[in-house]
């Protein structure tokens, strides 16, 4: 069964840098972490989940604001079966459990359509704070 762990999260001043990690594992059968889409979501308490970013098998980055697109860089390591999203000029309006999916169709679709209609499974999450 599919599975990704999210890690890399804390506390962090404005304007910090922080580096998330997901790792994935549990593929269906036939089919390498390379086959797959990575998704980065948020939710912040009494807010709606919002995507973040997404890299699909061939590399190819989303984003899904033009404010993440100008501060964070999704990449992806096939080798050690993880995606990484690096954060600078972090602010508190990025305080928000992040969670990463893994979507074996492999590609990332219009930042305007619905994540909802994905269906993804969302891991666990990681929180990260924003705060002086």
């Known amino acids: 069964q599919l599975q990704v762990v999210e890690s890399g999260g804390g506390l962090v001043q404005p304007g910090g840098s922080l580096r998330l990690s997901c790792a994935a594992s549990?593929?269906?059968?036939?089919?390498?972490?390379?086959?797959?889409?990575i998704f980065w979501s948020r939710q912040a308490p009494g807010k709606e989940r919002e995507g973040v970013s997404c890299?699909?098998?061939?590399?190819?980055?989303?984003y899904y604001t033009n404010s993440m697109r100008d501060r964070f860089t999704i990449s992806r390591d096939n080798a050690k079966n993880t995606v990484s999203l690096q954060m600078s000029a972090l602010e508190p309006e990025d305080s928000a459990v992040y969670y990463c999916?893994?979507?074996?169709?492999?590609?990332?679709?219009?930042?305007?359509?619905?994540?909802?209609?994905?269906?993804?499974?969302w891991g666990q999450g990681t929180q990260v704070t924003v705060s002086s």
């Open positions: 999916a893994a979507d074996r169709r492999g590609l990332c679709p219009h930042t305007q359509s619905p994540l909802a209609k994905l269906n993804l499974d």
């Open positions: 549990g593929f269906s059968s036939g089919l390498t972490f390379d086959r797959y889409a």
């Open positions: 890299i699909a098998n061939s590399g190819g980055a989303t």
